[in-house]
């Protein structure tokens, strides 16, 4: 790597607002703009679960307007148990794919990730700019699927086959509607693997002087690792996709088998195996878990050190942790197929490492505990966000322990049990990070603080509201709770539903409670108050740039040079108990 490649200008500044704003080639406007879609997305999901949540406890209860989204679906207002499924699978392919993995990941990947490396932009600008509209055209095709003839699809986020596979007679929304959910995902793969690609050049060739891999943080590391996780997993999903759109509209069969009737109509295929489609969906589907959490965990693990005031027990450590995770991940698809029917030696290969990959997962767990400990933390919204990532992460994670068990993921597995684990584990603690980066970096990004105040009464309501919301699902499982029914009229079931209504309940009061953290980010961003250069005295590069934000270049033409590694704090030095990464005094020198 040289000076000349880490530094070298790729392109010149915008003057244009289309070329600014729109069609950007900057990776923090790119950034910004991954950060506003995942927004829409998950504003769009958090709606579309408060409808399904709305339906369970009063199934028969019109919902105003409903039946202007589909008439078919919502006639006069009451939702259709086939729209309930299309509600939850469009659901569960919005949080996942456009905002699990676009706004930790893709946007402050993005933004941050060039600055703390020392870099002037991404190494591959238009690489760049491709990957994020590519993911914008792939949430218009998703969308557009409420507005087809036969609706969103029902075939859920996972789109098992032959129910996806062969077409209308499936139900409805399994026609053109899965048609567009399939080429969503695969133009979605396509975006993620030019982030992927561009993202693993940014690191490996575009560090500044003295950055070496060592001296690049946590959330950085995270990034990368993400990365490189991503590169093998979109590119298995990428041609499964495909394939399901050939059996759908190009004749051939390669998840559908032979003999099927669907609908009083024999299928026209033969040789087909549902069960390839689940082999790959999932050894894409288990990655992406991580994929999601990872750059959470990276920025937690960031934020607490600054607000520690210290170094982690062993910054390392977390690292390698991160690495194993990554690894193993790719070896523990096969505990999604339990009820499969696979040979049950098979289900016993798969157990072994998934019971394997908690082991990092519980080594980081120990080391944020263990650095708290003792700690003089720096309270703020940011940092009791982290304190909640790690609360969501471990109540979460520990169900995980049941579902590694093929005896008894057997019973839990198609039950709310396992929808409660990884909506803590993958989706309210990825959030939590989300949260936690926002409130961190919103100075660096704008220029302007957030409000603290309401920073506060966000978490603390979000915080007791999801686990109101969540929770409870374990005991639902545990009582035998089918997911996926939309209505509860079994004898068995019926005692369930006041358990029901109370986490219905929580999920408005939840949801309402994110107007609070959208009127703080627009009110702070028209009107907050100025931000200092360096609000946190924080010691990695981002906060070495000379404005707030960062100017076109990051660094105004001045190469940064590293001298620490980036968490030197509690040292003494010659102004505070910190020293920036870019400084040259040693730690216990004054000049």
Not at 330 to 348: E, I, K, T
Not at 350 to 355: C, D, E, K, N, V
Request: hydrophobic fraction near 50%; glycine fraction near 8%; charged fraction near 10%.
């Amino acid at each position: 790597m040289s000076e000349a490649s880490a530094h070298g200008v790729h392109h010149a500044a915008p003057t244009g607002f289309v070329r600014k704003y729109v069609f950007s080639l900057d990776h923090k406007i790119i950034g910004l703009q991954y950060y506003a879609l995942a927004l829409v997305a998950v504003v769009t999901g958090m709606v579309l679960s408060w409808l399904m949540r709305i339906h369970l406890i009063a199934p028969n209860w019109p919902i105003p307007g409903l039946q202007f989204l589909s008439k078919v679906g919502a006639p006069g207002g009451v939702m259709t148990p086939e729209y309930y499924l299309s509600l939850m699978t469009m659901h569960g392919t919005l949080m996942v794919f456009f905002v699990l993995t676009n706004a930790p990941f893709a946007a402050f990947g993005n933004y941050f990730l060039p600055i703390q490396i020392g870099a002037e932009d991404m190494a591959f600008p238009r690489f760049n700019m491709m990957s994020f509209w590519t993911t914008f055209i792939a949430f218009c095709i998703l969308i557009s699927a409420f507005f087809v003839g036969d609706g969103p699809p029902l075939a859920g986020w996972t789109a098992y086959a032959p129910l996806s596979a062969v077409g209308k007679d499936s139900g409805p929304g399994e026609g053109v509607g899965q048609t567009l959910w399939a080429l969503s995902i695969f133009v979605f793969c396509i975006a993620s693997l030019l982030g992927a690609l561009n993202f693993i050049a940014t690191t490996l060739d575009l560090r500044t002087k003295g950055m070496t891999l060592a001296r690049m943080p946590i959330v950085t590391w995270a990034w990368f690792i993400t990365s490189c996780i991503s590169l093998l997993a979109f590119a298995v999903l990428m041609p499964a996709c495909l394939l399901l759109i050939l059996d759908r509209i190009g004749g051939t069969s390669f998840f559908i088998p032979s003999g099927l009737n669907v609908s009083d109509h024999l299928q026209p295929h033969e040789g087909g195996s549902p069960l390839l489609w689940q082999h790959l969906f999932w050894f894409f589907g288990h990655p992406e878990v991580y994929i999601a959490i990872l750059p959470a965990i990276g920025i937690v693990s960031h934020i607490l050190i600054n607000s520690m005031r210290k170094p982690m027990l062993s910054n390392k450590v977390i690292i390698y942790c991160m690495m194993a995770i990554g690894f193993l991940s790719y070896m523990v698809w096969g505990h999604h197929m339990f009820l499969s029917g696979m040979n049950p030696f098979s289900a016993l290969v798969f157990s072994f490492p998934t019971l394997m990959i908690t082991i990092p997962a519980t080594i980081m767990t120990l080391i944020w505990l263990g650095s708290l400990y003792g700690s003089n933390l720096r309270m703020n919204a940011a940092s009791l966000f982290c304190l909640g990532f790690i609360s969501m992460f471990v109540s979460g994670g520990v169900s995980g322990f049941f579902l590694a068990q093929p005896s008894i993921d057997i019973y839990l597995h198609a039950t709310y049990f396992v929808v409660g684990h990884f909506h803590m584990v993958m989706g309210v603690a990825a959030i939590f990070g989300i949260f936690a980066g926002t409130y961190f970096w919103f100075p660096k990004m704008t220029g302007h603080m957030m409000n603290e105040t309401l920073g506060r009464v966000h978490f603390w309501l979000t915080f007791i509201g999801t686990y109101c919301i969540f929770m409870p699902f374990h005991y639902l499982g545990l009582a035998g709770n089918v997911r996926r029914y939309s209505a509860f009229t079994d004898d068995f079931l019926v005692p369930l539903l006041p358990v029901h209504k109370f986490i219905t309940y929580s999920a408005l009061f939840t949801g309402a409670v994110q107007l609070i953290f959208l009127g703080n980010l627009i009110y702070s961003r028209l009107k907050g108050p100025q931000a200092t250069a360096n609000p946190w005295e924080a010691t990695s590069l981002e906060w070495s740039t000379p404005s707030s934000p960062p100017p076109f270049d990051n660094f105004g033409g001045q190469h940064p040079v590293v001298y620490h590694d980036p968490y030197q704090y509690g040292v003494k030095s010659s102004t505070a108990d910190y020293l920036m990464q870019t400084s040259p005094e040693r730690a216990g020198e004054t000049p």
